[in-house]
């Protein structure tokens, strides 16, 4: 997810990964798990293709620009957790167990940040989406909606970046695969099916 803070000009990429490529702001070393990293960097180090899809929607409040810079400061340096075993736990359970917070995988990260700032449901289980969600067409926000895919890297070459990156932006990776299976189990849901109507 790029995100602008408070008393850092340039955008910043939060991730979770098993070991990032580029250092960490605050470390100065590349980290595993949560790390926030330059946007500029990311697009220097990274091997592979990098593309991002614009969040369009009202901008964010006082009050959300607030939270999600108190949020980027707690989750920052959580070490980074296998998607594969935490969704297979879920399902063991019948998605019934409490969200393990200590720690994050990428996708489940940005759909925490979704969550708490209000662009998804509060109900939705945040560890249920996998990054083949955001590049999906299925993927519908609250109070907003995801635009196309823009490359803002192709392999080892870098295409240019014709607008700023806001604050409000997701960096995510290309996909398009169909939402989830819609289930309720306690007080989360997963995100709903979405019609293949246009609209």
């Not at 790029?2 to 980290?31: A, F």
């Not at 167990?97 to 969550?115: H, I, M, N």
């Not at 590049?135 to 392999?155: N, T, W, Y």
């Not at 169909?178 to 289930?183: E, N």
């Amino acid at each position: 997810m790029v995100v602008h803070l408070p008393g850092n000009p340039d955008p910043l990429v939060l991730e979770s990964t098993t070991l990032s490529e580029s250092s960490d702001v605050t470390l100065g070393c590349p980290v595993a798990g949560v790390a926030l990293v330059p946007l500029a960097d990311k697009l220097r180090d990274y091997p592979g293709t990098v593309a991002l899809r614009r969040r369009h929607g009202p901008p964010l409040s006082d009050r959300q620009q607030q939270l999600l810079a108190r949020m980027v400061k707690r989750l920052l340096h959580r070490p980074y957790k296998n998607y594969v075993l935490c969704n297979a736990l879920d399902v063991l359970t019948g998605f019934t167990r409490k969200p393990d917070q200590r720690g994050w995988f990428c996708s489940e990260l940005v759909a925490e940040l979704y969550r708490r700032l209000g662009w998804l449901p509060r109900q939705t289980r945040a560890s249920s989406l996998v990054p083949g969600h955001f590049g999906s067409r299925h993927m519908r926000l609250q109070h907003g909606k995801l635009g196309a895919v823009e490359f803002l890297k192709a392999g080892s070459q870098a295409i240019a970046i014709h607008a700023r990156v806001s604050a409000t932006t997701s960096a995510v990776p290309v996909a398009d695969t169909p939402a989830i299976v819609p289930r309720t189990a306690g007080r989360e849901t997963l995100l709903p099916p979405q019609s293949h109507a246009a609209g």
